[in-house]
């Protein structure tokens, strides 16, 4: 079964600076997307940045990257110039095909979250 | 364009009483998913649905039941409501998308809808 870890429960960072968010997870398999996603205050579940895992060439949106260790099965989450709205919980996603396409399960299998707040 | 939206967004039921939520996406998606949200805790899948009339369990099935009769609509039913059942409830939908390999793309989630059942 795939586990997703955020060791991490919580983090600050000044404004302005610089955070890395860790994430690991264990899977046997070899075709596979991950998501960081964050939930504001709000609760709105919003997609930060994804990955497939056969692009060795990490993923970035703007103040957003990744560094993608597929080996180390590491999927960490640097966030450049950290601003106010950027407070928010903060989850990883592994995500594989559905079982009726040759995959294990098709959802999304989410971490337990890292709560990142951004101090003026 | 509305995306993902759930109705309700808020409902206190009592032990032992039924309900449904009702998911909708506009983006005309294949798949669509409900999650639970517990503090301390990550989503976690109750069903997820790979097409119209389809539905299959996910990690936390028991006590609810789901159906799929048009491709933009997932609902999630309580029979006999629990207070264990007492979460934020998100849904989710995904296209199906042809790269390298065919699988689902991201997934795009509703508000949630608050229940509490006392």
């Known amino acids: 079964a795939q586990t997703v870890t955020q060791s991490q429960p919580e983090m600050s960072v000044q404004e302005a600076e610089t955070v890395t968010l860790s994430c690991t997870y264990d899977t046997s398999e070899s075709n596979y997307y991950l998501f960081w996603y964050k939930q504001p205050p709000s609760r709105q579940m919003i997609l930060v940045i994804r990955q497939e895992a056969y692009k060795q060439q990490n993923a970035t949106e703007n103040r957003f990257s990744v560094n993608f260790q597929k080996a180390a099965k590491s999927f960490s989450l640097k966030i450049s110039d950290s601003q106010l709205g950027d407070t928010a919980m903060y989850f990883c996603?592994?995500?594989?095909?559905?079982?009726?396409?040759?995959?294990?399960?098709?959802?999304?299998?989410f971490g337990k979250g890292t709560k990142l707040s951004v101090k003026p | 364009n509305a995306g993902v939206t759930q109705t309700p967004k808020f409902r206190v039921l009592k032990t032992g009483q039924s309900m449904t939520l009702l998911c909708a996406q506009d983006m005309n998606h294949e798949y669509m998913y409900w999650y639970r949200q517990d503090p301390g805790m990550g989503l976690r899948l109750i069903h997820y649905s790979v097409g119209e009339g389809t539905t299959a369990k996910g990690e936390v099935p028991d006590g609810y039941n789901v159906s799929r009769l048009k491709k933009q609509n997932f609902l999630l039913g309580l029979e006999s409501a629990a207070p264990s059942q007492t979460s934020v409830y998100f849904c989710?939908?995904?296209?199906?998308?042809?790269?390298?390999?065919?699988?689902?793309?991201?997934?795009?989630f509703g508000p949630g809808t608050r229940l509490t059942v006392l």
């Open positions: 996603a592994f995500g594989t095909m559905s079982p009726l396409h040759g995959g294990s399960q098709g959802n999304l299998i």
């Open positions: 989710a939908s995904s296209p199906w998308t042809s790269g390298r390999a065919e699988q689902p793309d991201t997934q795009y």
